[in-house]
């Protein structure tokens, strides 16, 4: 009797006799306060989200393990009667089926994918628990025995749904903390103020960041913010230079420069790094038109509204002064538009380079892949020139030295060869930018890589440079490696530049934390994109891009860390292209995950340390690695200082890293031959006159080894020798079969034979042969062979002369 009045204390109530239709079993569940009016429901679900419904394909859910009996028995079956299991499916597959139950469960948050999923783990459960808890045995037995409504397992279902789906039970507040419509409120102490806000727009080479500057300068105290460690350094040494103390701050780096440790009243720092609660009397933001950027662009936006400082400056492209007016409108602030024109006059030239031997000294050679820096710069040295190289994935320390190689007017380096690299960051004395390509390789939305035109934007950065007012060239020319790319250069170049119409957000950590407290069994990546998916922007704004941290956060998601912990983690700036980075993270973690400190002795053995100067290019890129694994471990030491306690050991070895990838890059042409001397069997190196492979793809002049794998394959069969292996990746550029080499030089650089080879449209054998009629026909005072018969001519003396 006891088990009996225990039992039915935990029954839901069930006024009257069992309902037999869909409203009745409505009404049941509402009594228990778990539905709301179907109006209501809908209206407020509108109103909350704004009218669009979340992505509920990232909803992942959790397992609810079947039911083993307890010590107490089954209470249903001895209550009742057990239960006939294909009976028990014969109603679950019925339930499934009634579109009033599929409504019901709209009403209350699932979707059909949602309602889908929750039903095929009811049934599972259901059919898999060698018992079921009393209330569920005994509706299904009323069913079974035609007491009871199909409809009345909805609020079992609805239950089961909710554990498997606990979003569904919190979707108004997830929905609230991700709503990320008012971001100028998340900065209390800028608010509080009635800030100055000065944009100095223009070109590049205007002086629009110098005028800033000098009124950091003159400031009592003043923070610049710049997208790259080179111009933070640049601005930490000017200031000091000037006699203005000024501290260096950047992610892997701290430097004060008073001796005691106290803060300097200047900081120059990167834009990450930059903070909201300290008041300054003048803050400069560099580069603003990079708040468009998918991946950065948070850190301009939290930059500009949350910097307490009674004036910010603002430097960039006057394509970010309608942004950045409407979003200072929002915090009630006037933006005042100070305009510059460029300082030296530039020139777009009406002739292409087109070899190597028509370069001048302050040339500079702008490529957008590796590859082509390797090639271009052999053959720049070929010729009995030397040149100096910079690209993205060197050390800042050795770009500016081969910057200031460059510069030297003693040095006889007066050639440059970089990628984009150098749009910003880097004082060159350019007199001339040379093109070597306009197509850039990048990701599209799904992840794909594209080939595209460079954007007017970025051609003009780059452009930018050539006759610099501090250089020695006061004037500067612009043009292309090749003619047909010439056309469409100047086309970029006079096209105008679209205004940006939106700023970069990103999830801060605390929202995520707040995420992860309503769903704590889901992972860090699947609480991104739930986050993601829930968020409301207005029109001024974006949510980043977040396929980098996601990719970090699934590659340690079995290593357990904290939340917090795991986010730092997944924030790190490493480039996830990088196979040796990517395991010094996972290594990190780990080591972290023990609480086993990071030493100096271990990040030793981890890199193999002491390394030695490379011999060939895979040994130069694996150093730029290493030199990577060392930032990140400087990155994390500021984090977690007791976990990563040999910071300033590392930074000792850093440096000396940096001086052997300076001998590596120094050589960087020896480095080439010895990768070429050391390739795959057939292949050989790249002539010193033997300008880029290049085909022609809508019109437009790309080199081979931007193609997308398809088209590389389409254009390497055409070309392909019978019995030679063909060469793959990015092996594939800049060599060719030895005997087609051969008869290239032969021919000459500029000749049609040697254009139409390096266009696929010769092969080895067909350049033979044509070799050899061309012989037998001086040898037959110009009579080509067509047969047996002619040969036979020829060797008589017999032929026609035509």
């Not at 991946?295 to 500009?304: C, N, Y």
């Not at 070899?355 to 009995?384: M, T, W």
Request: hydrophobic share 40%; aromatic share 8%; net charge neutral.
């Amino acid at each position: 009797m006891n088990r009996c009045v225990w039992l039915l204390a935990r029954l839901p109530a069930r006024p009257g006799p069992a309902p037999r239709h869909a409203g009745a079993a409505s009404a049941v569940f509402r009594s228990l306060g778990g539905l709301r009016h179907p109006s209501r429901a809908a209206a407020s679900s509108s109103e909350r989200n704004g009218g669009r419904a979340p992505d509920t394909s990232l909803f992942v859910p959790l397992h609810v393990q079947p039911l083993a009996p307890g010590p107490e028995g089954d209470i249903g079956a001895e209550l009742t009667q057990p239960l006939n299991k294909s009976e028990v499916l014969k109603i679950l597959n019925k339930f499934y089926k009634r579109k009033e139950m599929q409504r019901l469960g709209g009403e209350n948050g699932l979707d059909a994918r949602l309602f889908h999923q929750a039903f095929i783990s009811f049934r599972k459960y259901i059919m898999e628990s060698s018992f079921l808890s009393a209330d569920v045995h005994i509706i299904l037995n009323d069913i079974c025995c035609g007491a009871g409504h199909v409809d009345d397992l909805f609020p079992f279902f609805l239950r089961h749904a909710k554990q498997i789906f606990p979003m569904l039970d919190c979707m108004d507040d997830l929905r609230k903390i991700s709503d990320l419509r008012l971001p100028p409120n998340w900065y209390p102490e800028a608010r509080a103020i009635q800030r100055k806000i000065v944009f100095h727009a223009g070109p590049t080479n205007s002086g629009k960041t110098h005028h800033a500057i000098q009124r950091y300068l003159a400031a009592k105290s003043g923070i610049y913010c710049g997208p790259l460690k080179l111009l933070a350094h640049e601005i930490f040494q000017k200031s000091n230079d000037a006699s203005v103390p000024c501290d260096l701050v950047t992610g892997e780096e701290r430097v004060l420069v008073d001796p005691e440790g106290r803060q300097a009243t200047h900081v120059a720092c990167t834009i990450e790094m930059c903070s909201v609660t300290t008041p300054y009397e003048v803050a400069v933001i560099d580069e603003i038109q990079m708040i468009r950027d998918p991946a950065r662009g948070w850190a301009w936006t939290r930059a500009l509204l949350g910097l307490s400082a009674e004036e910010v400056h603002v430097c960039g492209e006057a394509a970010a002064i309608d942004l950045v007016t409407e979003l200072m409108y929002s915090t009630g602030e006037e933006v005042e538009v100070r305009n510059y024109k460029r300082l030296t006059p530039i020139t777009v030239l009406d002739y292409a380079l087109e070899s190597l031997d028509n370069l001048r000294p302050g040339d500079c050679i702008v490529c957008f892949n590796k590859n082509d820096i390797y090639s271009v710069s052999r053959q720049i040295e070929a010729r009995g020139l030397e040149c100096a190289v910079i690209y993205g994935s060197l050390p800042p320390g050795t770009k500016l030295t081969q910057a200031k190689k460059f510069n030297d007017p003693d040095d006889p380096c007066k050639i440059l060869v970089a990628t984009d690299a150098i749009g910003m960051g880097l004082n060159l004395s350019i007199k001339r930018i040379i093109f070597n390509s306009l197509m850039k390789p990048s990701i599209n939305e799904k992840g794909e890589k594209e080939m595209d035109a460079i954007p007017t934007s970025q051609a003009l950065q780059i452009s930018g440079r050539a006759g610099r007012f501090s250089s020695v060239f006061k004037e500067g020319e612009v043009t292309t490696m090749h003619r047909d790319d010439l056309v469409l250069l100047k086309e970029i170049l006079n096209r105008s530049v679209p205004p940006i119409e939106t700023a970069g957000l990103h999830p801060t950590a605390e929202q995520i934390e707040m995420f992860a407290y309503h769903l704590p069994d889901a992972t860090l990546s699947n609480l991104m994109d739930i986050f993601v998916s829930l968020s409301q922007v207005d029109g001024l704004y974006f949510v980043c891009n977040v396929d980098d941290f996601k990719f970090l956060a699934d590659m340690i998601q079995h290593i357990p860390l904290n939340l917090r912990v795991r986010y730092v983690f997944c924030t790190a700036p490493i480039n996830k292209k990088q196979p040796f980075v990517c395991t010094s993270l996972l290594k990190f973690a780990r080591q972290f995950s023990r609480n086993e400190p990071l030493t100096f002795d271990w990040i030793c053995r981890h890199t193999n340390w002491p390394l030695v100067p490379p011999k060939n290019i895979k040994d130069l890129v694996h150093l730029e690695a290493v030199h990577d694994v060392f930032d990140l471990y400087l990155w994390l030491s500021y984090r977690f200082m007791d976990m990563f306690p040999d910071a300033n050991l590392v930074r000792d070895i850093q440096k000396e890293l940096d001086n052997i990838i300076q001998i590596g890059v120094r050589s960087i042409t020896r480095l080439i031959r010895a990768s070429e001397a050391t390739s795959v069997s057939g292949a050989v190196a790249i002539p010193d006159d033997f300008s880029l492979q290049r085909t022609k793809v809508n019109d437009r002049m790309l080199n081979l080894e931007d193609l997308p794998a398809a088209n590389q394959e389409q254009f390497s069969s055409a070309t392909k020798v019978p019995g030679q292996k063909r060469i793959r990746g990015s092996k594939a550029l800049g060599y060719k079969p030895a005997e087609v080499l051969s008869n290239m030089k032969s021919h000459g650089q500029g000749s049609l034979a040697a254009r139409l080879v390096r266009e696929g449209l010769l092969t080895e054998e067909m350049l033979k042969q044509l070799e050899r009629e061309w012989q037998v026909h001086h040898n037959n005072n110009g009579n080509f062979p067509t047969g047996k018969r002619d040969n036979q001519n020829v060797s008589k003396g017999t032929g026609k002369k035509k």
